[in-house]
């Protein structure tokens, strides 16, 4: 018996059900999509090779995979013949196939690496010809159910359309994941028929065709039926997401993350929370987002793709492709979109937005401004209403702010200009010169008064008789 391991992961059908454009195992499950979760958990086996069997909306697979697991081929199943013919069109192309052959649907993403090592363990130590992951459920409705006899050694596996009234009150259930000798598999695969309710080849019928011909089948029994859960449509989807949710949030609060609500705290499979981080109520840490221990999330905030360091804190704000360095301080509602890089103890504060930034160390934006494609130096300090006009329409340009730059509120800095070191700009001025260090750079108009407008202009109204009492004129 060969020692190799391969995997076949069914994901020929559309899932009509799911009511989508877009096939079934490719929507996403927190940072993955439904195929690459399995493909996970089958990947940790160890197999030699991982066949992807494609059918509906193959192209959008294809491309799936050889963005996410390069390492993953293909076959194509034209028609949906079945599980059974699903899995004969794998072996078929890949005739040199030997050892053990996990085969598992590519809707199933809870299931866990460690349940197929164990599946494959009992598998191998038995020599099995074919072993069945089953789980034991309260509603077995719509699934294959698990014939055993009266010493309890697995006979067969009857589908729910096909089953007698006897074997529908059996709630020990078919997960649609295995464990096959390859060549067992091959030699029953060809005898496959299509007598059943659906006139489908069913896998299903492989071990009891097996068991016939000799071989030694059996059953690992999951401890823990949500891993084995299908996904049909988007409340089911929704479902194993929650479970997905309590699963990630657990192994966190083990590992000494604090949530204050784990309810609703979404973290991506993918993304990482070191210990003592503290995360209120309302976040989401999606894609390959991570944050650094000390660090506070929270409340109602989103990051993408974000690293937050040591000790910083993000309230209220939504963040993607940033870097927010360790002690910073975001929000309350920043947006910090790609390429904003916050350096240790900068400060972002309400209503900023910012872009392609690299913000130094102390410098703060604490509120209301706009920074994009520019460079703000050490403890440069950014006063309310700050634009830098980084567009002109056609391209976009860069402003420089030096080391603590003093850039006055609502001033606008039209790119490409520069602020030097220590430079103050006054309040409201349009800055299109280049301040060198140490200057200050004043934009605007000069004030004048005309004396006694109001009396001249508006006489009689509330304005002219409060400017009359602060003067102590009477008759106001
Ligand atoms: C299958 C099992 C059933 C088990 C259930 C668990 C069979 C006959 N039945 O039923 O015992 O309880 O899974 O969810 O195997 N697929 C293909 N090509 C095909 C047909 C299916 O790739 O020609 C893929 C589907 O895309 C899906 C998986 O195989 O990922 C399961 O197929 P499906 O038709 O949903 O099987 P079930 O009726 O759910
Ligand atoms: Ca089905």
Known sequence: MSSE???IILAAGL???????RPKVLHELLGRSLLGHVL????????????????????????????????????FQDKQLGTGHAVRVAMEANPDLTGTVLVAAGDTPLLRAETLAELLAVHEKNRNAATVLTAVVEDP?????????????VLRIVEHRDADPEEL??????????????EVLRAQLARLDTANDQGEEYLTDVLELAREAGHAIGAVVVDDPTEVLGCNDRAQLAALRRILQGRINTELMKSGVTMEDPETTWIDATAKVAPDVLIHPGVQLKGASAVDTGAEIGPDTTLTDTIVGAGAVVVRSHA???TVGEGAHVGPFAHLRPA????????VGAFVETKNVEIGPGAKANHLAYLGDATVGAKANIGCGVITANYDGVNKHRTEIGEAAFIGCDSVLVAPVSVGDGAYVAA?????????????????????????????????????????????????
């Open 15 to 21: 899932g009509t059900r799911m009511k989508s454009t």
């Open 5 to 7: 391991r391969s995997a």
């Open 40 to 75: 996970r958990s089958v990947k940790a086996a160890g197999p030699e090779r991982q066949i992807v069997v494609v059918g509906a909306a193959a192209d959008q697979v294809r491309a799936h995979l050889a963005e996410h697991a390069p390492e993953a081929a293909t076959v």
């Open 169 to 182: 009150a059996i709630d020990e259930v078919n997960s649609a994941i295995y464990a096959f000798d390859a």
């Open 141 to 153: 409705h719509g699934l294959g159910r698990i014939v055993r006899d009266g010493d309890g050694s």
């Open 428 to 476: 409201g001025s349009t800055i299109v010169k280049d301040v060198e260090p140490g200057d200050l750079g004043v934009a605007r108009a000069r004030q004048a008064s005309l004396p006694g407008w109001v009396a001249m202009k508006r006489p009689g109204t509330v304005s002219d008789k409060a400017a009359k009492r602060a003067k102590g004129v009477s008759g106001g």
């Open 340 to 347: 904003s890089k916050l350096a240790e103890d900068a400060k």
């Open 320 to 322: 993607d492709q940033a």
